[in-house]
């Protein structure tokens, strides 16, 4: 069956770096556009970024531009979330997802078929 495991989360101070990885399996993961979701307390899950299959086409919400690069490694079916400049703000439950009907991504989570269990990602003061 279809598994999306993502790893890498903890706790950072403010400013810090955090890498996420997500190791997938069960599906055809270089057909599939990828991505990366967060939910903080009380709050809706939100677009964090998303990469099509080949890995050239990328979007992120703008509260990550220029501090958060999504990439993905199609040998080894992984794709990564790397986070630079963090802050309190970033803290929540990040989620990989996968989309089995597109190459290129949504921003949508709604149009994505398949979801990790979630790492925590806690930004201190």
């Known amino acids: 069956q279809v598994q999306l495991v993502e790893s890498g989360g903890g706790l950072v101070q403010a400013g810090g770096s955090l890498r996420l990885s997500c190791a997938a399996s069960g599906l055809t993961f270089s057909q599939l556009a990828m991505g990366w979701f967060r939910q903080a307390p009380g709050k809706e899950r939100e677009f964090v970024a998303s990469i099509s299959a080949w890995g050239g086409v990328t979007y992120y919400t703008d509260s990550v531009k220029g501090r958060f690069t999504i990439s993905r490694d199609n040998a080894k079916n992984t794709v990564a979330l790397q986070m630079n400049a963090m802050s309190p703000e970033d803290t929540a439950v990040y989620y990989c997802?996968?989309?089995?009907?597109?190459?290129?991504?949504?921003?949508?989570?709604?149009?994505?078929?398949?979801w990790g269990q979630g790492t925590q990602v806690t930004v201190s003061s």
């Open positions: 997802a996968a989309d089995q009907f597109r190459r290129i991504p949504t921003k949508l989570a709604g149009g994505y078929t398949n």
